[in-house]
């Protein structure tokens, strides 16, 4: 969502202003959307943005994707004393046909997480009342022995 955002604020500035320049010339025309086409998309609840580790990477991938920045995918870490919310803003995946749902492994300054055929490969994240950032900078200030993903 973010990337597209931001390529369609510029796109849109550009059609704006010609669109306006050819209201006051006169030479825009009006083109009806047939009302058959028009559809609504739904509501995102906070349940919707909760990552579920039992599906497949290119799903999980896709839903962090389309929820970054706004209004974040997330996912719940646990160890045996605490529980945590964790924000995930950028990721890449591995398929590799190994079921690690929900494990936390810590591989070249990256959080992975694994899932049901392999892993997501987390680039920026977001600790409960932290602030955004790298996973290598993340993991120096966080121990994630003993943690699992929910």
Same mark, same amino acid.
């Given at each position: 969502?973010?990337?597209?955002?931001?390529?369609?604020?510029?796109?849109?500035?550009?059609?704006?202003?010609?669109?306006?320049?050819?209201?006051?010339?006169?030479?825009?025309?009006?083109?009806?959307?047939?009302?058959?086409?028009?559809?609504?998309?739904? %509501? &995102? *609840? /906070?349940? !919707?943005?909760?990552?579920?580790?039992?599906?497949?990477?290119?799903? +999980?991938?896709?839903?962090?994707?389309?929820?970054?920045?706004?209004?974040?995918?997330?996912?719940?870490?646990?160890?045996?004393?605490?529980?945590?919310?964790? %924000? &995930? *803003? /950028?990721? !890449?995946?591995?398929?590799?046909?190994?079921?690690?749902?929900?494990? +936390?492994?810590?591989?070249?300054?990256?959080?992975?997480?694994?899932?049901?055929?392999?892993?997501?490969?987390?680039?920026?994240?977001?600790?409960?009342?932290? %602030?955004?950032?790298?996973?290598?900078?993340?993991?120096?200030?966080?121990?994630?022995?003993?943690?699992?993903?929910?």
């Amino acid at each position: 969502a973010g990337t597209v955002h931001d390529r369609l604020m510029t796109i849109g500035a550009a059609l704006l202003t010609e669109t306006i320049q050819k209201i006051f010339n006169g030479t825009a025309t009006k083109k009806p959307q047939p009302q058959s086409q028009v559809t609504h998309a739904p %509501k &995102i *609840f /906070k349940p !919707d943005c909760k990552i579920d580790w039992t599906k497949d990477a290119l799903p +999980i991938f896709n839903t962090i994707r389309g929820l970054s920045p706004y209004p974040t995918a997330y996912t719940v870490i646990k160890n045996e004393e605490e529980v945590k919310t964790l %924000k &995930i *803003f /950028k990721v !890449d995946y591995q398929v590799n046909q190994s079921n690690q749902s929900g494990k +936390i492994k810590i591989e070249n300054d990256l959080v992975w997480i694994g899932c049901s055929n392999g892993w997501i490969i987390i680039h920026e994240l977001q600790l409960e009342g932290k %602030k955004r950032m790298h996973s290598a900078a993340f993991i120096k200030g966080f121990d994630f022995e003993n943690w699992h993903a929910e």
